[in-house]
């Protein structure tokens, strides 16, 4: 696996590149295809609408939940396309990110003039 400050940037460069071609306006849908296909270019593995049961004491329930993106098994990535990130969406990634038993994700809000305002990292116990 590669190293995932490498992942990361490859993530960050391939989303402005994306939204700069494209802009604002678009559904999640179409960010979330361009996004995977320029990672892959890259030669990145990338999982679109990854399922993510819960366990429960002993019991996995399958409730839907699905990752919009999965990159070399490491980073999760979660498209908006809303007026503004709220403290929900952060909380949905986190939540993904544990249990993923994954430590970092990335908040894309596509909707935005220019996507570095769209971006939020964030880390699960990042342990590096």
């Known amino acids: 696996m590669r190293d995932i400050e490498e992942i990361a940037t490859h993530i960050v460069h391939c989303a402005m590149n994306v939204h700069k071609?494209?802009?604002p306006g678009l559904l999640e849908?179409?960010?979330?295809q361009c996004l995977a296909y320029d990672l892959r270019?890259?030669?990145?593995s990338v999982a679109c609408e990854v399922p993510l049961p819960v366990?429960?004491?002993e019991v996995r329930i399958d409730l839907g939940f699905?990752?919009?993106?999965?990159?070399?098994?490491?980073?999760?990535?979660e498209n908006k396309t809303v007026e503004?990130?709220?403290?929900?969406?952060?909380?949905?990634?986190?939540?993904?990110?544990r249990l993923a038993k994954l430590?970092?994700?990335f908040l894309l809000n596509w909707n935005v003039p220019l996507l570095?305002?769209?971006?939020?990292?964030?880390?699960n116990n990042l342990s590096r």
Request: net charge positive; charged share 25%.
């Open 29 to 32: 849908s179409v960010y979330q």
């Open 84 to 97: 503004k990130l709220l403290p929900i969406h952060q909380a949905q990634l986190l939540t993904y990110l």
């Open 66 to 77: 699905r990752v919009d993106l999965v990159v070399e098994k490491a980073v999760i990535i």
């Open 116 to 123: 570095k305002d769209g971006i939020k990292r964030m880390v």
């Open 55 to 57: 366990t429960y004491d």
């Open 21 to 23: 071609a494209l802009g």
């Open 103 to 105: 430590e970092l994700g």
């Open 41 to 44: 270019k890259l030669g990145l």
